[in-house]
């Protein structure tokens, strides 16, 4: 447990020790879950990202989500259940010819965890493969929503084998009495993962030039929303729609609520050229509903935290792929009735994170 090294830090640390404390003192530990981001495999040799400011670990990415997976194994309340947060191997793979036997590397640590894995689509996953694809491979997780409680019942244009399909991949689930979690597609709306001929994407193009004059989309140099690059997305009216109904429905069965997808939401929680496109939409839907507690996401390899005006906690992960050797970036959540308590391995921190009022 890594010590402290601000004020600030200080306080967050002396609360996390008092309510481990508590914990040990009779507090029921509901269930606990993994949380992993951005391990960007690829059989590469280290090297720097395209602007040159950023090393990437790619072969040690592979390792380390081995012994996250060990280590999740080994705990004494093994967790119910691990969110992948997106880009699991590298776009590097597409010139390396190397896609379909990276996942496969992937894959197969990932079968040793005895927690299942809820994967999420990031933009490293549409670099790879089409949306099609990921339907049909093992990246989808969507077998693991609830089946059976009355929200399901309220269905959206969810995953299908249609490669012209302009639905999205997002679901929800609950793994506990009154705990809902709530996967979004933060590229819904992409000029990645989508075809060319299809709405969304000719919609989302429209969107993304009039934000982004520069010739290159990747670029944000001089935009005043710096989040309007090619490498980010963004939420169809319909999909937040959907979301809307399932957080009604957890409000209205007192459920709280974990959302999480690739892209964080909220500027005080990641370097603003990491955000959705829309993320004030989503935010804003988000707050106005109590049952929301918490949102997490990946794709800022430097992570972030804040505490927003409403009461959510939104946490973004650090990234594998920058986590040299001898260090480590995953974290277990452990869920209880007033609270959620993160204890960060390596970059990730540890903290107390209590529930909004409902």
């Keep these: 447990m890594k010590s402290p090294d601000s004020s600030g830090e200080q306080e967050i640390y002396s609360e996390f020790l008092e309510q481990e404390k508590v914990s040990n003192d009779g507090m029921e530990l509901y269930f606990t879950f993994g949380i992993i981001a951005d391990v960007q495999y690829a059989d590469k040799a280290d090297s720097y990202n395209f602007t040159r400011t950023r090393k990437r670990y790619y072969r040690q990415s592979l390792h380390l989500l081995q012994s996250a997976i060990e280590e999740w194994n080994k705990e004494a309340k093994v967790p119910s259940f691990v969110l992948q947060l997106g880009d699991v191997i590298d776009g ?29 689509w990031g933009n490293h996953e549409f670099y790879n493969f089409s949306r099609n694809y990921l339907t049909s491979s093992q990246l989808n997780s969507k077998h693991l929503e609830d089946q059976q409680d009355s929200v399901s019942k309220t269905r959206h244009k969810c995953v299908s084998d249609d490669s012209d399909s302009e639905e999205y991949y997002a ?23 989508r075809k060319p001929s299809s709405k969304k ?11 982004n004059p520069n010739t290159d989309l990747n670029s944000p140099e ?15 009216k319909e999909q937040l729609e959907w979301v809307n109904g399932v957080l009604t429905f957890s409000d209205e069965n007192h459920e709280k609520v974990v959302i999480f997808g690739h892209l964080p939401i909220h500027p005080d929680s990641t370097d603003t050229v990491c955000l959705a496109w829309n993320y004030a939409e989503m935010l804003s839907l988000l707050q106005s509903h109590t049952c929301a507690v918490c949102y997490i996401a990946g794709h800022d ?10 009461g959510i906690h939104h946490i973004t992960l650090q990234g594998i792929i920058e986590t040299p050797s001898g260090r480590h970036a995953f974290g277990t959540v452990q869920v209880y009735e007033g609270s959620m308590i993160l ?16």
Excluded: T
């Design 301 to 310: 390899h430097d992570g972030g935290y804040c505490l927003d005006s409403h």
């Design 343 to 358: 204890k960060g391995r390596g970059s990730v921190s540890n903290r107390v994170m209590h529930y909004r009022k409902q």
């Design 171 to 193: 679901y929800h689930f609950c793994p506990f009495e009154s705990f809902r979690f709530l996967m979004v597609d933060c590229y819904d709306l992409s000029i990645i993962g």
């Design 201 to 211: 994407y000719q919609d989302s193009m429209k969107i993304l030039k009039e934000k």
């Design 222 to 236: 001089g935009l005043l929303e710096n989040q309007f690059v090619q490498f980010n997305g963004g939420f169809s």
């Design 92 to 120: 590097i793979n597409v010139q390396l010819q190397a896609s379909d036997v990276s996942l496969q590397r992937v894959l197969n640590e990932v079968g040793k965890s005895k927690a299942a894995f809820h994967h999420v």
